[in-house]
Antibody
C-alpha cells in the first residue's frame, strides 16, 4: 500500500527540540524528493522544506532556516524533520509529502501526503 | 516570494452546481500551478498539476485551466463528497507557496 505515516509530534515547551519522522511504503522511497508541509490551527498550508532523493539538496522556507533540519535515511525509507528552538508559531500539523512523479528529479509539487502529526508548543 | 491569492475564501453551492475557484499569482508562474483538496482530519489530495493535468484517479468533474498569473479550478457538478477546502500552490520558485484556501460548503 502506497502511504506515508508521520510520527513524533506532541506537546513541547518553547525553546525545546523535537524530531518528526515519516515512514514511506509502497514506492521506491530512495528515488523521490520529499517535503514537509505544515498547517497551523485554523490556517492554510505552508511549505516548510524539501530534500532531494539522495539528500544532496535541501531547501527551506525562510521562517525555519537555521532551526529546522530535513534529512532522510533511504535504508529505512524514512524522512525526518529536526525542529530546534521551538516557538509558539511552530504549533501546527506537520505533513510529509512525496515530490511529484519524476524519479531522481524534483517536480516541486506533492502527489502523496501523510495524515500528519500535531506539534503543540506550549509551556 | 510569490504570493498566491484565491477567491472566494468560501462558497456555498447546491449538489449538481458548477463551482469555480480562482487563483492569482503575484508574478507570472507559467503553468506551474497545482490544486489540492483538503478535508478535515484527512491527508491533502493532489487534484490538478501543471495547471490543467488531471492527477490519476481523480474524478473528471475536476478541471484546471489558466497560465501566467490567473488560474481556475472548476468542479463541473458538485457532489456531496466534494465538501472540502481547496488550495492552489505554485511550483515555479522557492519558497513554494499556497493560496489561502477556498472552503466549499453545501447549500
Amino acid at each position: 500500500q502506497v502511504q506515508l505515516v508521520e510520527s513524533g509530534g506532541g506537546v513541547v515547551q518553547p525553546g525545546r527540540s523535537l524530531r518528526l519522522s515519516c515512514v514511506a511504503s509502497g514506492f521506491t522511497f530512495s528515488r523521490y524528493g520529499m517535503h514537509w508541509v505544515r498547517q497551523a490551527p485554523g490556517k492554510g498550508l505552508e511549505w516548510v522544506a524539501i530534500i532531494s532523493y539522495d539528500g544532496s539538496k535541501k531547501y527551506y522556507v525562510d521562517s525555519v532556516t537555521g532551526r529546522f533540519t530535513i534529512s532522510r535515511d533511504n535504508s529505512k525509507n524514512t524522512l525526518y524533520l529536526q525542529i530546534n528552538s521551538l516557538r509558539g508559531e511552530d504549533t501546527a500539523v506537520y505533513y510529509c509529502a512525496k515530490d511529484g512523479p519524476q524519479q531522481l528529479k524534483l517536480s516541486w509539487y506533492f502527489d502523496l501526503w501523510g495524515r500528519g502529526t500535531l506539534v503543540t508548543v506550549s509551556s | 516570494d510569490i504570493q498566491m491569492t484565491q477567491s472566494p475564501s468560501s462558497l456555498s453551492a447546491s449538489v449538481g452546481a458548477r463551482v469555480t475557484i480562482t487563483c492569482r499569482s503575484s508574478q507570472t508562474i507559467k503553468n506551474y500551478l497545482n490544486w489540492y483538496q483538503k478535508k478535515p482530519g484527512a491527508a491533502p489530495k493532489l487534484l490538478i498539476y501543471g495547471a490543467s493535468s488531471l492527477q490519476s484517479g481523480v474524478s473528471s468533474r475536476f478541471a484546471g485551466s489558466g497560465s501566467g498569473t490567473d488560474f481556475t479550478l472548476t468542479i463541473s457538478s458538485l457532489h456531496s463528497e466534494d465538501l472540502a477546502t481547496y488550495y492552489c500552490q505554485q511550483s515555479y520558485d522557492i519558497p513554494l507557496t499556497f493560496g489561502g484556501g477556498t472552503r466549499v460548503e453545501m447549500k
